[in-house]
Nanobody, 126 residues
Framework: QVQLVESGGGLVQAGGSLRLSCAASGDTFSIYAMGWFRQAPGKEREFVASTTWNAGHIYYADSVKGRFTLSRDKHEYTMDLQMNTLNSEDTAVYSC???????????????????WGQGTQVTVSS
């Protein structure tokens, strides 16, 4: 079992920044990758960014590339998402997920992940 807790969401004006954090606990030794997904009201959940845990290979959705930066503490099992130049399209519930590597799906696919956090709300005002 892996438990994930997100923090750092809130209300920010367009053009501003937020930093999200995710802390994993439990069977963290089994984690192959961790990622961030988001879901806006009435829309499908979409991939934001991810990292393989040991090698630190990072992937970004095109919509956030150049604006968001993912980082991790490999040994503390924490993962952050620095979000800059936020706009209204970034308003969503952001969720942290852990992939135990039990399938061959890429880390950009939500079906690859076995555990999910509760989510944290990010609201960008215009």
């Amino acid at each position: 079992q892996v438990q994930l807790v997100e923090s750092g969401g809130g209300l920010v004006q367009a053009g501003g920044s937020l930093r999200l954090s995710c802390a994993a606990s439990g069977d963290t030794f089994s984690i192959y990758a961790m990622g961030w997904f988001r879901q806006a009201p009435g829309k499908e959940r979409e991939f934001v960014a991810s990292t393989t845990w040991n090698a630190g290979h990072i992937y970004y959705a095109d919509s956030v590339k150049g604006r968001f930066t993912l980082s991790r503490d490999k040994h503390e099992y924490t993962m952050d998402l620095q979000m800059n130049t936020l706009n209204s399209e970034d308003t969503a519930v952001y969720s942290c997920a852990a992939d135990l590597g039990t399938n061959a799906y890429g880390t950009w696919y939500e079906g690859a992940y076995e555990y999910w956090g509760q989510g944290t709300q990010v609201t960008v005002s215009s």
